[in-house]
């Protein structure tokens, strides 16, 4: 069987249109980017330790987190997001 280009055409014209409608579908999902600053001050728990860095659970997502002053904090101790560091959240021990 002979590929036409009229077939390669209409092909590679079905290939853009659904790569186009994937790329909107996916834009209009995109979170906010303004969750950072509404994290700061939250609570949450350790799901992962922190040596220095791991995973928290605050406000019902999981984070990757760093702890602000380098130490180790255990699985479920409680903590608060005290800033950003690039793609980390930096948290401290919510002592009580």
Do not use: F, N
Request: proline residues 2%; charged residues 20%.
């Amino acid at each position: 069987m002979e590929l036409t280009p009229a077939v390669a055409l209409s092909a590679l014209l079905a290939v853009v249109v659904g790569v186009s409608l994937l790329g909107l579908a996916l834009w209009r999902h995109k979170k906010a980017g303004s969750g950072e600053v509404k994290l700061i001050g939250e609570s949450g728990q350790v799901e992962t330790k922190l040596d220095p860095e791991g995973t928290i659970i605050v406000c019902g997502e999981l984070w990757q987190a760093k702890s602000h002053d380098g130490v180790h904090i255990d699985v479920q101790t409680r903590i608060r997001v005290v800033g950003m560091e690039g793609h980390l959240v930096l948290v401290k021990v919510l002592r009580k």
